[in-house]
């Protein structure tokens, strides 16, 4: 489900993952790099589970689901994305894939699609074939939509110990995720300096 935007004065990182069953891995380790965003005093808001079960995405239509318009509203305010997928048959789920083509939306916008933000890529697995291949593919995404993926990129195999008994991500994982979200956060703050004058 999506919970309400966190207060503060930071810069507001957006959080899209997991899937419709509870306690999935990817979802864990969503809202566990946006916590780290938190800590470091950036707003969050998390888009994730049945919250994502939306309408198959359709260019034709203009009228939205009330679950798709705050999902475009809120990526049409993000400074930063961070986005968890889990890995089917090797490749970005489809309630992942769907919910990021609503981003069409957002074509004529001053900032389209995601242009300018940066976008940590987070994908859990069962075997690193399948959380490889689905990071790469999340990667190529945000680069089709203008996003910046940070320099690291998070590949989860969860058929290894990642997380402990109460679901928090430990060890290499979590590292990876905190410095993952540092990088979201830290290029916000760049951003909101202001872009570099084109040259010429």
Known sequence: MQH????????????????TREGSSSERALRYALGVTSELGARTLV??????????YRPEESDR???????VAALRRADGVIIA????????????????????DLRTDVRPYLD????????AAAGWQAS??????????????????????????????????A????????????????????FAHRRARGPVPLAG
């Open 4 to 19: 309400g935007e966190s207060t503060g004065g930071g810069p507001l990182i957006v959080g899209i993952g997991g899937t």
């Open 47 to 56: 888009c994730a589970a049945t919250e994502l079960d939306l309408p198959m």
């Open 65 to 71: 689901s009330p679950g798709a318009a705050r999902l």
């Open 85 to 104: 997928s889990p890995g089917y048959h090797g490749a970005v789920s489809g309630m992942i894939k769907n919910a990021l083509d609503y981003t069409e």
């Open 116 to 123: 300018g933000r940066a976008v940590g890529c987070i994908a």
């Open 132 to 165: 490889t291949s689905t990071l790469a593919q999340l990667r190529a995404i945000t680069h089709a939509l203008r996003g910046w993926p940070t320099p690291l990129g998070v590949a989860m195999n969860s058929a290894l110990p990642c997380f402990d008994d």
């Open 167 to 186: 679901g928090t991500p430990t060890g290499q994982p979590a590292d990876q995720l905190r410095a993952m979200a540092h990088q979201v956060v830290e």
